[in-house]
Structure formats: C-alpha cells, structure tokens
C-alpha cells in the first residue's frame, strides 16, 4: 500500500501554510485557510471511512529509515474509527484557535506559525502508525507551546511555561524510556516500530510478566505526565492560565488527548498482563483525579485556573474509562476525547474572551456580564454545560458510555464516584456562569457612551462573525454529537471492538 | 615491519602538515591576504578529505602496527577535517578581529587537525602521545591567541598548565602499563608480535590497573570529565569562538576516539573493565550532575556552553560504557548494522558538532555587535535578527535533545545502548540531566523571544555567514527528522580492534572471544 | 645493597610526587611550571628504569619523544608566560582569577 | 415521518428559532413558542385518540451490550400525561404572553418555555431510562434558564444554581440507579412488556425486611463487584437509586429546598414547571417503573416514608410562610409528597389521579396568584394584600377554587384524589393514612389562611388598594382550570380520570398481594371532617387579622434546614476545597516541584562555587578527584 494517502495531506497544509508564512504571507488568513482545508478535509474522512469494517484506512506505508540497533522505521499512516475522531478534533480545534487568535496580535507571522506546528503536532501523532513518528510528532508541539506561553501569555508565564516545558519534558522521556523499553523487551526477530505490527504480535506472543509489569508502568507515568494524571497534574493549571486562549485550547483541547490515545492504542493493549496488575494503581490515582482535582477546583478563585483543574478532573473519565476496557467504556472513551476537546477548547477561548475583554479574571471582581455580552454567556453556558455533562452536547454521550462501561467491569464504586464527579463539576460551572455572568452589572462594564473613556473599558460582546464562528461551530459540533452520537459511534465502536483483550 | 603498501593512509596527515608547513613559509614570504590564507588552507584540507574518502573501511593495521585504519579511523578523520573545516571558515570569516592580519590563526589548526587524525588512527601509546601533545599544544596558542587580551592569557594559561598536569599523569600512565606489559603497541596483527592486548586476560596486575587509571585521567582532561573538568569552563569563555568550538567538538572528539581505543580497543576483557566501567560509571554520573546543574545559574553565554559541554561528555561516556563487550545485553541484531556504543558516540559526536558550531557561529557575529554574550545580551534578539536568534534557539534545542532536531536522535541512541545494556543506574541520571538541560537551553530562548529589545536596531548578518547558517540550521533538522541520514554516515564508525592478520577481512561484528582464544593459544 | 626496579619507581614516584605538590602549592607560574617539568621527569625515569630492567629498548624510545614534546611545550609555555607577564607585570596564579565560578 | 414526532420537534424548532434570531423579536418569539405549544397540544390530542401511533425508533447509542432508542411509549399512562404536560402548558403560554407582555427579554422567557415543553413530552414519552434520562436533564436545564430569568437578581442567580445542583445530586443516584437496572435488566428499556417479563421473572426475589437488606447493601459496599448481578440487596440499591431522581426532581426531603427558591422565576414558570408538570415528572418516572420497584419491599417501603414525612413536613412549613409563592410551593411539596407516598403504598395509580387533579389546581393557583401579584405589581407577602376578593373578582374566584379543590373539600377534584391516596395508604399502613389525614387537616388550614389574609380583611397597602383585573389573555386560562379544577375528579361509572388509571394499572400490575393490593373499604368521612375542621380553625384564626396570631419560629424558619446547609454543608465543603486546595499548590506544587526545581538550581550554584578561578584549586580538584578516583575504583570495592 504505497500509494499516497489523503492524510498526507492533513500534514502538507499546515507545512506549506508555513512555509507560506514565512514568505510573508498574510498569517492569520494563511493559518486560518490550511487550518479550515484541514476541517473540511477531515470531515470529508469521516465520511470516507468504512466504517463498518473497522480497522485502519486511508494507509500508506513507506520504509523511512533504518537505524542501527532498531527495527526499521516505517512512514506509515492510517487512521480507523479511534484515531479519525480525534483527527477531526484536531482539524475543527485548530481551526477555531487560529480564528480566535487576534489578528493584530505582535509579532503575529511568528505566533501562527507556532499554533500550526502545534496542530501539525498534534495531527501527526494521530495519523502516525509508526512509534517513532508517533512519538517525534508528539513532541513537536513542545517548544511551540513554550514559546506562545512565553511570549504571547499572560500573568505568570515565565514560570508557567518552564514548568509546562521541563514537565511535559520529563513526561516524554519517561514515555520514550518505556516505549523503547517495550520494543527492546520483544524477542530481536520480531521487534518493529509499528503499530499494527506490534499489535498483532503482542495480542498472541504477550510479553512476560516480569517485563510487562515493570514497562507498563514506565508508559502509564509517561502518558500520565501528559495527560495530568492525578498526582502528576501540576504543570496544567498554570500553564493553562498563562497560555494565550489558543495555545491553551490546542493543548487542553487535542495535545492532551495524545497520551489517552497513545493508552488506547499503545500502552494497554500491548502490555495486557501489565496493566491488569497496575490497573488498581491507575484507579487510586484516577480517584485522586475526581476527588482531589475536583475538590481543588472548587477552592479556585480565578475563571482559567479554575477551567485547568477542571479538565484535570475530567481526565478521569477518561482514565476510568480506559480501566474498563469493555467495549462501551472504550466507545465512550473516544467520544469523551472528542467531546472534552470541544468543550475544552470552547471554554479556554471564552475565558480568554472574557478576561481579554473585561480585564479581568477573578471572580470576585467579574459579574453580570450577561446584560453587556449575551452571546458570550450563552456560548460560555453551552461549554459549561458540556463540560457538566448535560445531555443534548457532545459530553454526556461519552460520560453515560463509559459509566455503562465501568458498571459492566465491576467497577461500581468507581463509577459512583465518578457519576459524582459531575455533581462536583455542575457545582463549580455553575458558580463561575453565576458570578461572571449573573447579578447586577458592575459599573465600570457598563456600555460606554462616549469613546473617550480613557482605560475605562466597556464590556463589548463577541460582534463580527469572525469573532463568534469558531466559538459557535465548537458549539455546533458538540451539539451534533450531542444530539446524535450514533454519527460518531458508527465510526467508532467497529475500530474499538477489534482492540485485543476486550472484556 | 614497516610496510609501504600501507603509507597511503597516513597521506592526510602528511598532506596536512606539509601543506600547513608551506603555508607558514609562504606566510613568511608572499603577502598573501588572511582570505587567501584561508582558501589555501580550505584547499588543503578539502584534499585531505578527498584522499580520506577514497579510502574503503577493511581494518588492518600499517606503519608497522602503531597505526590501525578502519570504520572508526576513517569516520574520525573526515569528522576532524569537516570541524577544521568549519574552524578555518569562521577564523576567516566571523573572527576577523581576532586573526588581526596574522595566518597563524588560520593555518595552526591545520597542525591540530593532524593531530586529531593521527590520534584517531594511533595504535601506539607513543604515537597517541605524540600526536596529543601536536594537538594540545596548538591549542595552548589558539586559546590564547589573542594575546593582548587578558581573559585570553589567563584561559591560555591555566589551559596550558592543566593540559600538561595531565600529559605527566598520561606519561606516567603508559609508563606503568609499558613497564608491566613490555610494550606500548595497542594490538598486533601478527601473533608473534607483543602488544598489549596479548597480556592480561586472566589477571590484570594492579600496577597496570594503576597506569591505566593515570591514562583515564589524562583522557579525562581532554573530554573535560568530572573531575578533570575545571579549565573547560574558564577556557570556553576566554578563547576566541572558533576555537571554544573546536576545542569543544573537536578536542573532545579527540579525547574520545583515544578512550574507545584504549578502553575498548585494549582493555575491553572482564577484568580490566572492572577497572575502568566503574571509574567511568563515577566520571559519566559527576559529568552529568555538575555539567548540568552548574549550568543552570550561568548568565555567561561561552561559559554556559562550557559547562554543558561538561554534561554532553557525560551522555558520551554511558554510551562509552554500553560499548563493552563484556557486558551482555539484547542487542537488536536484524538491522543491517548493529548499534553499538561505538556508533551511539559517532552519532553524538555529529549532531553535537552541527550544534556546536551553529552555536559558535551566531556567538562569534554576535561578540562584535553586541556589548558583551551574557544571556542578558541576547534579548529580543528574536527582532533584531530572526536568523541568528532561530539559528541559535534551534541549536540550543538541539543540544538539549527535544525531538525532532538531530540531537535527539543522539540521546535517543545513547539512551537505547544504555538500556540494552542495562545500564538503568545510568540511565535515570541521563533523564535527569535531559530535564536539567532543557531547562538551562530554555534560558537563553527566553530572553531572544520574549524579552523586549535593549537596543532596536536590527543586526545584519553578511551572506556567506546566513548561508552557512541556514545550511546548519537544515541539516539540524533534517538530520533529526530523517534520522538514517546521521546512521549512515556513522554506521561504520567502529574500531576494529584485535584483527588477526591471517583473516585481515575481518569485520567488527568478529566475536570477542574468538580473539582471546587465539591470544590464549600463544 | 642491590638497587632493583622497586627503588627506582620509588624515587620516580616521589618526584612526580613533588611536582605534583609543587603545581598545586607553589604560586609563580614559573616555578608550577618547573615542577610539571619534574613531573615529566618523574615519568621519564620510570619509562627508563622499567626499561633497563624488562631489556626493553622502547621505553627509552619514549623518552625522547617526551623529552623533545616537553621541550616543545616549554618553548610554548614560556613565551604565553612571559606575554603575560608583559601584560600583567605578574606570573602569580593568585592574579588570575578573573574568569571563575 | 411520523406525526408524533411533532410533539418533540415543534418546541424544539421553536426554541432553536428563538435561540439563533428570535430572542430579539418578542412577538415572532410569541408566536413561534405558543404556536409550537399548540401543535403539541393537537398532536397530543390526535394522539391520545389512537390516531397517531408510536413512531419507529432509531438508535440513538448501539454498541455491544448497550442499545440505546429514542423511541415513544404511547400507553394510557403516557397518554394521560401527555394530555395534561400539553395542555396545562398550552394554557400557560398563553397566560404568559399576558403575564410578561411588559418584559423585555420575554423572546428568551418563551424560548426557555420551548425548551421546556420540548424536554417535559420527552421525559413522558421516553421509551427507556437514558432517553428519560436525557430529557430529565432537559428540564432541569430549562428549569435553570427559567428560575434564573431575572439574572440580575442575586437571588434569582442562586436560587438557579440550587435548583440545578439539587437535581444534580440526586440524579447522581438517578444514574447509578439506571446503570444497576441495565446491569440487573440486560436493557435500558421500561417498555411496560418488557418490564411485565422481567417483573414476571421467577428469579426475581422479594424481600420483606429492611434490616436484613441493609446489611447486604453494606456487603456491596465493601466488596465492589463481589456478588452476583441478580443479587437481592442489588434490586434494593437499584430502586433506591431510581428514587434519588424522583428525590431531587420532585424535590422530597431532603433535597427539598431547591423547589421553594425556585419561586424566584416568573410566575407562569412557578405555574407550569414548579408545580404542574416537572416536578411531578417523578412520580411519573416511578409510576413508569412501578413493576421494577415493587420488586422491593424494602425500597417501596422507604419511598413511602419520604413521600409521608416529605407531605406533612412541607405542611407544617407552609402554614407559617408569608410569600404567596412559597405558600403554595410548600404546599406543592407538600403534595407531592402525597403522590410519592401513594406509589410507596402500592397506589401508582392513585398517584398519577392525584398528579392529574394537582396538575390543574395547582397551575390554577399559581396562575391566579400570577394575577394577584400582577395587580398588585409585583408584591407577593399575603401580609401586604388584603381586601381583593370584591377588586378582582375572577381571579379571586378561581383562586377560591383552587383552594377548595386543594385543600379536598368533597366534590372538588382534589378530594377524589386525596380520598383515593388516603385509601391506598390506609390498606398499605394506618400510620400512612394518619399522617395523611394530618396532612390534609394543615393543607385546609394554611390555604384558608392564604385566602383570608389575602383577598379579605382591610387592604392592607396601598397597592392592595387599587388593584387592576387582569386582561382576558391571563383570566380565560385561568377559567378554564377552575372549570378542570372543580369536574377533574369526578367519574360516572368506567368513564373519570380515576377509573382511567386504575385500568392501566391493572394492566401492568399483577395481584399478588405485594405489589398491588385490592384497597381497602373505607369512609372518607373522617379525612373530610378533618378538612371542614381545618377551614374553620383557619378561617376564625385569620379572617380579618392585621398580624400572624400564630407565631412559630422554627415553621416560618423552614426548620432551618436551608441554614444547615448553608452554613454547615457548603461550608465544610468549602473548607475541605481550600484545604486541598492548600495542599496542591503547596506542598504538591510548591514543596515537591518547586522544591526540585530549587533543589536542582541551588545545587547547580553550589558547585559552580568550586570553579574558583584559581589555577591551584583545579590542579587540586584534578589530583584530588584523580586520587579519589583510583582509590575507589582500585581499593574500594
């Protein structure tokens, strides 16, 4: 299967938008044209996809390099029912992230050209059916995100993004650690870098105890660290508030979901044995994820702090869902991914609208902000409602599955707790939509008259289309699931039921 | 003995220093511009590689046995021809305040570089002292080359001084091993011949165990391995540029070729290497701590890189150290090359030097533009040069192993000889330096991007030196991102010790015990 | 008494011995200079002596190279001495300390 | 397609019409609204006539194991509630457009009602528990948009978020419950045929003792996943957690103290979803999976203690509040109650009686105390009225009639109802009963209380003074829930609401002596008398009093239970969020990382300290680590 693959082009259109850039090219059009090629193109997949097969399409495979001491590396893409969602994830997030990004913003050939590599990044580790690639695109995104932290950030972002950095850093050395480890650990004639490959193999020639329950870990850690697995979640929170509204959505909204994905597809799979041992550790630390993530958003007093410990908790879903590994909880764990990119995405943008447009992020300073910017708080109560898991938005269609999934692996305390979590979460979205958006309007939001103001800022809502689109197709999106899951889990559920091991 | 068949290997370096020996007499008598100067010695060393490259790779040893030539020595040649290469372009190019009209900055790296071959090649505890001492003393000049400056002198000094405290603790080393084994010659071809190698397979005499820790100490020196270390920092910052870089990559290279030669060409049996692993082991582990750590507070550019140097000799050495033969491990053997160690440091030692020498480059255009290379200089360099700054920020990137650049595919190797070996000690110092140096490499790319312009003028760079630059910063990535392209180039860089010259065709996959029964036989 | 190769690579090791104390205590670059100089010595005297005793011609061999590459390196390390001294008016080690931490 | 899924797509197309352009034009907001409520009203109409049948369903989730449809249940029950979710709720759009004809923001208010009536036909129509499940937040959603109209009201904003975070708490359990009977049932599905098999199935146990069932649920407890899934105390669980939805959704105690703050909203909101429809949504969801509750005795039994204890306690608070609103709240509560204690007993048909009869009174009252406060622009303390009944008369009238069917008096259609749970409690409990009679003795008492004060005795305010009728666009609702209110009850041989169900019932329902029990023959001239007594105490107490001759405290303070959780609860939540909190970005962030970080730099700093400058230190470091060097590598190990 050598011939070329449409997924190449999800990769080319973000390069040449930057090599365009770099031209001089107009950048935000530029971005935003390769960013939306990319959407539609994505879209078009979803629709191409057999779906009811399952299994990897679009594939192309050519040899890459041989490298000494190591299988051969494979330039092999492919996506199925797992990866395809998640590319439209991407496609539709960056996307929305180029658009939100101010056009004026300095030194703004510099900045798309970073939030393009983020989401070739991104793109790349999704389509990638080779570890090596898969691992090397992953790690694009890391300097990007350093610098749109550095430069482009707000309050905090020296050190926000060095920690962001040298923890995500250290999260991918251990992954690579554990990737290499698990490669090295098969017999020499049958290693290789791909995927495919190394599923097919491990499901009937597993790895030995010993080695399965020492390397399982080494990956859980790694991915662990990226995904902000609870006790490892610290670099998210602030980083995610320094982060300028579109790195924070590129990163919360898709590059998180690399490390679920990279569980899914590499770690649990492969290393069965290993995660059946490790899997009591992963459900005291998802535990953690609910509760301690959930009782600390709570405390938060600023709105982006708030939204990073919040997605932290979220990420327990999607662990509890992995823990299952029955075909519902794994369903549900795809679309979870996408819902919570969408709605993740959608709230980091509007709490940089919010903070971009009223100054302010406190919540004992913001209030009443629904009389001066109604469409921004109906945006920001369909994220929060998403994010909430209320159903009719993309959100509650994962959530429910992955609860079904864990009753059915008995994890029932577990799925208590997690049920419980959207409690936690209704209580703290609630509260911030409360004081942001509720109660009387202070004074100096209020419409100004005169222009001459000075730094007296009214509070403007979202006006030109250019303002609201990405938001409301975020929005459109999760409602589309929402209201009709069965679009994606056509897609999905084939790709998940070929998973080795399934209960 | 003495073999003519086999002197056209040792015809780069002649070429090399006869061609530098006329340079300086036609230095003396014609008046030849530094840039001619320089082209001459681009010239010559352009044929020396060229003669180098003509070369195929089969191991055997000439010159009577004190030189070897194989995969190694051929990599090493060409790798010390491309530094002086670039040494003599920037010494011409982006140094012209230092070279102040006089050629013996541009054609005494030329004599260097003919040291570093020979050492590459040296098969002799004589020859490699000798040509150390070619190289060594060129640098005592280079470093303080600019003699009217006083950070100059001093680095020259303590160089100087240093450098030969550690050629009398090499000197005193190979007296011992000599006068215990009875010879100085590394290995032999022929059976009848004494060489080190023969001796010592059951026991390893503590006098010769002694010496040899004096040469690791001499080598140590040349590597800057902890604690040998102290002048590297102090010389960085005070020698001119070009030759902080060449003494960076090419000195250490040096330092490195003559360890795999010694340790893993001679002493590379059980009891020996319960002598030198663990004494690397220590080297590699204080390499990797102090080269790090004492990184993260320096506001000195020169002298930042001095210190990660100081970490960089330490990701060498695990691998060094994964190279033994005599620890087992699961090597991955379908590939068409083996990857051992020995390719793990080639590999390093590669992307290293692009790194390097793109650093160098934007520090030596920037020593005349701005005030002074604290990192503090550097801000907003982003605006004022987005080539400098990016070429710089992709090096430091490089160098500190995040993919997809080229220096990452050069941790990544060490990383997995290590882990094929087993060595997880070692390995988890590894990751904690990797997270250390992201965090000083991430210094110095603050300050060019986000901080705010002390001076907004834009600083233009001429075009040969852009060039040079793009060309690095591609090859930076590519080399990362097409990551055979690095294998190929080092997949033959092994030594290719102990050959027997009845099977001269010989291969460096020959096993280890193969040899020693042989040896035994005697 | 005989005097066997042991007495020998004693009074070599405590040359080298002294140097090394010179180089470290000593504070004028000459004289650090001298003693490094003993150092080689100190090693030439072993390479010799092991020499005499083994019947092995090529340690005395080595002897020349290090006596001719010292020489070398004293020519060297002499004339950046004296540029120092010509422009610092010091040979004193504790003078340079201007590169450090 | 099938006509009856105009019943869900008309509010849904309204409501979207209005979110995306109409909001910003009232009228065309109007119109598309009640049009909408119209067109489900006919289709309701069309349906409960059998011409309109229940469509095909699609699959909404299939994956292995789990199916999930939207699909419809058109049965009696569904039919019956149907007709009164659509109906009441076409009266009360229409009462609204006068109610709010002065509202500005009115487009959103008829949006919020769109999204109302397009959730609550879906909750009744819902053929399996996700589909209900999707619906019920559906409402919840809409209830918090509707509750928090008036955003910038502090109160109205909190008393929003109470609402929603109530509903949330218990439809925690809701899910769980609905997980364990997917687990136990192998299908989401409360298809009354298929709930008959699974009720039918032999396997099913019964148990009699709550004791014994409590320490099995402890059992479960501590071993998660250790016993089987048709286990006994796993039915328990199961129906308790199905009942946490009908906790939080019908607001019993303890969850009750959203519903009463939830007065905030418009009137017609109060009207339509605060006391008609959503809240008894409930009820309705447990007479919808009756055959599954019965399974135990143990949760039937704790059902009907709530619903008991959540009748009479709502009673005592309502006899002592002053707010016209909260006044008839508690009472709702009060009320459902009643309904929840009817299904507890083995009555559900009595329960979904009194929904029905509750539905029309209790929209009524609402309504006409939407008028009274309109007249009186916008005061709402009783204690500030006075003297209106001869001012508005029509609506004084109806509201009269509202009272009396409330409060049972016989041949209103409340005491058809109350008389019918009364029975269904007596054969089920006598102590049930009792406290349903006491119940019904303070229901008479606080709602004569509530006409005296307000419509008699001397205008109080000068507002009561001049008091204006409402226009007809509000009174013809409100007459036609009079007329509904007082013939709701009343049945002439097989032909009544009341025969209507109970045929449904014995429909589903097997009679075996557990679930459904025969009632019992009893007089319902006791509960009457206590009401009669109850009108008269209340009326020589009030009519014609300036003040409260009644004073107690801990009733008019709710027995403190919205200051419990105000100020211990949220509190103590509040504090462990901080201490956490406190520890995450102290010790985990601030010790541990930054503490590594630190560590590393300082390190760093430290041993660049040996780099001295001095050419003897590093000759000494040189010789010293070289000797150190040999020593361990030659000595030392």
């Given at each position: ?503 | ?522 | ?101 | 397609m099938d006509l009856a899924w105009f019943l869900l797509l008309a509010p849904l197309a309204a409501s979207i019409a ?14 598309a609204s009640v049009g909408s409520a119209s067109v489900c009203f006919l289709t309701a109409l069309a349906v409960a006539t059998?011409a309109v049948k229940a469509p095909t ?13 939207i699909g419809m249940?058109l049965?009696?029950?569904?039919k019956?509630?149907l007709l009164?979710v659509t109906?009441?709720g076409l ?23 769109s999204?109302?009536m397009f959730?609550m036909t879906g909750?009744v129509l ?512």
């Open positions: 299967m050598n011939s070329l693959s449409p997924l190449l082009l999800l990769l080319l259109a973000p390069l040449a938008a930057m090599v365009a850039i770099v031209m001089k090219a107009p950048a935000q059009r530029t971005a935003a044209i390769a960013a939306a090629l990319n959407l539609v193109l994505s879209i078009g997949l979803l629709f191409l996809y057999h779906a009811a097969q399952g299994g990897y399409d679009f594939v192309m495979d050519c040899p890459w390099a041989i490298l000494p001491g190591l299988p051969p590396i494979h330039f092999h893409l492919g996506v199925d029912g797992i990866s395809l969602p998640l590319v439209f994830l991407t496609a539709i997030v960056s996307f929305a992230a180029v658009v939100v990004s101010p056009g004026n913003i300095r030194r703004a050939p510099e900045y798309f050209c970073y939030l393009l590599l983020m989401s070739l990044g991104a793109m790349g580790a999704f389509i990638s059916l080779d570890l090596f690639f898969f691992y090397i695109f992953h790690e694009f995104a890391l300097i990007p995100t350093f610098l749109l932290i550095g430069i482009w950030g707000g309050q905090n972002r020296q050190f926000a993004s060095f920690q962001i950095t040298l923890y995500l850093m250290t999260g991918s050395l251990i992954l690579l650690a554990g990737l290499l480890a698990l490669v090295m650990a098969m017999p020499p004639d049958a290693r290789s870098f791909d995927i495919t490959t190394l599923q097919t193999y491990l499901s009937t020639h597993p790895l030995s105890l010993a080695s399965q329950s020492v390397i399982f870990p080494l990956l859980l850690i790694g991915f662990g660290i990226l995904v902000g697995l609870f006790p490892f979640h610290s670099w998210a929170p602030p980083g995610y508030a320094s982060a300028p509204p579109a790195a924070a959505m590129m990163h919360a909204g898709v590059l998180k979901k690399f490390a679920i994905y990279g569980l899914i597809r590499v770690a649990i799979p492969m290393l069965h044995d290993g995660f059946e041992q490790w899997k009591y550790v992963l459900l005291i630390l998802l535990l953690g994820n609910f509760i301690y993530a959930g009782f600390v958003t709570l405390a938060q007093k600023e709105l982006p702090t708030m939204l990073g410990f919040s997605s932290i908790m979220h990420m327990g879903y999607l662990f509890l869902g992995l823990v299952t590994w029955n075909v519902i909880g794994l369903t549900g764990v795809v679309i979870l991914m996408v819902a919570h990119g969408l709605s993740a995405a959608l709230l980091f943008g509007l709490s940089g609208e919010i903070t971009h447009r009223s100054g302010e992020n406190r919540f004992t300073e913001l209030g009443g902000l629904a009389k001066p910017a109604p469409l921004l708080a109906v945006l920001f109560s369909f994220a929060s409602m998403a994010s909430m898991g209320v159903p009719g938005l993309a959100n509650f269609a994962g959530e429910v599955m992955v609860f079904f999934g864990s009753f059915s692996a008995k994890l029932i305390p577990f799925a208590a707790v997690a049920i419980y979590g959207t409690v936690i979460t209704a209580i703290f979205q609630l509260r911030a939509i409360k004081t942001i958006f509720y109660g009387p309007i202070p004074a100096r939001y209020q419409p100004q008259s005169g222009a001459a103001a000075g730094e007296a800022t009214g509070m403007t809502d979202l006006n030109t289309l250019v303002e609201y689109v990405p938001f409301v197709l975020l929005t459109v999106a999760s409602l589309i699931i929402g209201f009709m899951p069965f679009l994606l889990l056509h897609i999905v559920e084939p790709s998940v039921s070929l998973l080795p091991f399934l209960k | 003995m003495l073999s003519s068949a086999y002197v056209p290997y040792l015809a780069p370096e002649m070429l090399l220093t006869v061609w530098a020996m006329l340079l300086l007499l036609a230095d003396a008598f014609l008046s030849l511009t530094p840039r001619a100067m320089a082209a001459l010695s681009l010239a010559g060393i352009l044929s020396a590689t060229l003669l180098t490259l003509g070369f195929n790779t089969t191991p055997l040893l000439y010159w009577g046995g004190l030189c070897s030539w194989d995969g190694a020595a051929k990599f090493y040649h060409v790798f010390f021809l491309a530094v002086a290469a670039l040494v003599t372009w920037m010494a011409d190019d982006v140094q012209k305040p230092v070279r102040s009209g006089a050629s013996e900055f541009i054609i005494l790296p030329l004599f260097t570089t003919a040291g570093l071959m020979l050492l590459s090649s040296a098969n002799d505890f004589m020859l490699l002292f000798v040509a150390l001492e070619l190289v060594t003393i060129s640098f005592y000049i280079l470093v303080a080359y600019q003699r009217r400056s006083v950070i100059a002198l001093e680095a020259g000094v303590k160089y100087l001084i240093l450098g030969a405290l550690s050629s009398a603790f090499l000197v005193m080393g190979v007296a011992y091993i000599f006068g215990l084994t009875g010879t100085t010659l590394f290995t032999s071809t022929t059976p009848g011949v004494d060489s080190i190698a023969n001796h010592f397979h059951n026991d390893f005499p503590v006098g010769v165990a002694f010496g040899l820790l004096l040469v690791l100490t001499g080598i140590g020196f040349k590597i800057a391995m902890v604690p040998f270390h102290s002048w590297a920092p102090d010389v960085y910052e005070g020698a001119p540029n070009s030759i902080t870089a060449f003494l960076s990559v090419g000195s250490k290279a040096g330092g490195l070729i003559m360890l795999i030669r010694v340790v893993l060409g001679v002493f590379d049996h059980s009891t020996a290497a319960a002598i030198w692993i663990p004494a690397l082991s220590i080297g590699a582990i204080l390499s990797l701590i102090l080269g790090n750590l004492a990184a993260i507070p320096q506001r000195n550019l020169k002298r930042l890189l001095g210190y990660s140097s100081i970490g960089h000799s330490g990701f060498i050495l695990v691998a060094i150290i994964a190279a033994s033969a005599t620890l087992t491990g699961t090597a991955y053997t379908q590939s068409p090359n083996d990857l051992t160690g020995q390719v793990a440091v080639a590999a390093y030692l590669v992307t290293y030097l692009l790194a390097t020498f793109t650093a160098f480059i934007v520090l030596a255009v920037l020593e005349r533009r701005l005030p002074g290379l604290e990192i503090h200089h550097l801000a907003g360099l982003s605006q004022r040069s987005p080539l400098l700054a990016a070429a710089f920020a992709l090096s430091l990137i490089s160098m500190a192993g995040v993919p997809p650049m080229s220096g990452f595919i050069a941790k990544f190797y060490v990383v997995l000889v290590a882990w094929n070996k087993g060595l997880y000690t070692l390995l988890g110092f590894t990751i904690f330096a990797a997270v250390a140096a992201l965090y000083y490499y991430l210094g110095p790319i603050k300050t060019m991007y986000w901080s705010e312009p002390l001076d907004e003028a834009p600083i233009r760079v001429e075009r040969t030196t852009r060039h040079v630059l793009v060309i690095l910063m591609i090859l930076l990535v590519l080399t990362g991102f097409w990551a055979q392209s690095i294998s190929i180039l080092v997949h033959n860089a092994v030594i290719g010790k102990g050959v027997p010259a009845a099977s001269a065709v010989a291969v460096n996959k020959e096993p280890r015990r193969k040899q020693r029964g042989i040896a035994d036989s005697e | 008494m005989d005097i066997t190769l042991n007495h020998y690579l004693a009074v070599a090791a405590v040359l080298f011995v002294i140097g090394l104390m010179g180089v470290i205590v000593r504070r004028n670059l000459i004289i650090i200079y001298m003693s490094l100089e003993m150092m080689l010595q100190a090693a030439n005297l072993t390479l010799v002596a092991f020499s005499r005793f083994n019947h092995h011609i090529d340690g005395q061999i080595f002897v020349f190279f290090v006596i001719t590459v010292a020489a070398a390196e004293v020519a060297v390390g002499l004339a950046l001495i004296v540029a120092l001294y010509r422009l610092r008016q010091t040979t004193q080690v504790q003078d340079l300390t201007t590169l450090k931490f | 209005i979110l995306l352009n109409l909001h910003r034009k009232p009228n065309y907001a109007i119109g059998g369903p699609f699959e909404w989730i299939s994956v292995p194991g789990l199916t999930v449809d249940i049965d009696p029950l569904s019956g509630m009164v109906g009441v009266l009360v759009h229409i009462f609204s457009i006068g109610y709010m004809a002065h509202d500005p923001s009115r487009g959103r208010f008829f949006g919020g009602l999204i109302f959730s909750i819902a053929d399996n528990l996700i589909m209900l499940f999707l619906f019920w937040e559906g409402v919840g959603l809409s209830s918090y948009l509707l509750i928090g109209f008036w955003y910038e009201k502090e109160s109205a904003a909190q008393a929003a978020n109470k609402a929603f975070v109530c509903n949330r708490i218990a439809d925690f359990g809701f899910m769980l419950g609905i997980i364990t009977f997917w687990w136990i049932m192998g299908t989401v599905s409360v298809d009354p045929q298929i709930l008959g098999q699974c009720y039918a199935k032999a396997s099913m146990p019964q148990f009699s003792s709550t004791l014994q069932e409590w320490g099995a649920a402890q059992t479960l407890i501590l071993h998660p996943g250790g016993i089987s899934a048709h286990s006994a105390e796993l039915v328990t669980l199961m129906v308790v957690a199905l009942f946490c939805g009908c906790i939080g959704k019908s607001a019993m105690f303890p969850l009750h103290v959203w519903l009463p703050d939830a007065m905030e909203g418009p009137t017609p909101v109060s009207a339509l979803i605060h006391a008609a429809t959503m809240v008894a949504a409930g009820v309705y969801m447990l007479c919808r999976i009756y055959p599954i509750l019965a399974l135990s005795q143990a949760g039937m039994f704790l059902i009907a203690c709530t619903g008991c204890f959540t009748a009479i306690f709502a009673a005592l608070i309502a006899v002592q509040q002053n707010d016209i609103k909260r006044i008839l709240a508690y009472s709702t509560l009060s009320q459902l109650g009643y309904m929840v204690m009817a299904v507890g007993c083995g009555g559900p048909d009595a329960a979904m009686f009194h929904l029905t009869t509750h539905a029309f009174f209790k929209a009524l009252l609402f309504l006409a105390a939407g008028s009274v406060i309109h007249a009186l622009h916008e005061e709402q303390d009783i204690w500030k009225m006075g003297g209106l009944w001869n001012k508005i008369p029509l609506t004084f009238w109806t509201f009269a009639i509202g009272m009396i069917a409330l409060s049972g008096v016989p041949p209103f259609a409340g005491f058809f109802s109350k008389d019918y749970i009364l029975t269904v409690a007596y054969t089920y409990g006598h102590g049930f009963y009792w406290v349903g009679v006491v119940t019904a003795f303070l229901t008479a008492f606080y709602m004569t209380r509530l006409v005296a004060v307000a419509f008699f005795g001397p205008p109080r305010t000068d507002a009561a003074k001049h008091p204006h009728e409402s226009p007809p666009v509000m009174t013809v609702p409100l007459v036609i829930l009079a007329v509904l209110s007082v013939i709701g009850g009343w049945g002439v041989y097989e032909f009544g609401i009341q025969s209507y169900y109970h045929n449904w019932s014995l429909d589903v329902l097997r009679d075996d002596g557990i679930s459904y029990q025969a009632p019992a023959e009893i007089s319902s001239a006791v509960p009457s008398g206590f009401v009669f007594f109850g009108i008269l105490l209340s009326a020589f107490l009030y009519v014609n009093t300036a003040s409260d001759p009644l004073n107690i405290p801990v009733l008019a303070r709710k027995f403190y239970i919205d200051e419990f959780y105000d100020n211990v609860l949220v509190v103590l939540q509040q504090i462990c969020a901080n201490i956490v909190a406190w520890f995450d970005s102290w010790i985990l962030e601030g010790l541990i990382l930054r503490g590594a970080a630190y560590l590393s730099a300082g390190l760093g700093e430290l041993l660049r300290l040996f780099q001295t400058g001095s050419l003897q230190t590093y000759a000494y470091i040189f010789t010293l680590g070289g000797g150190i060097l040999i020593y361990i590598t030659l000595f030392a190990h």
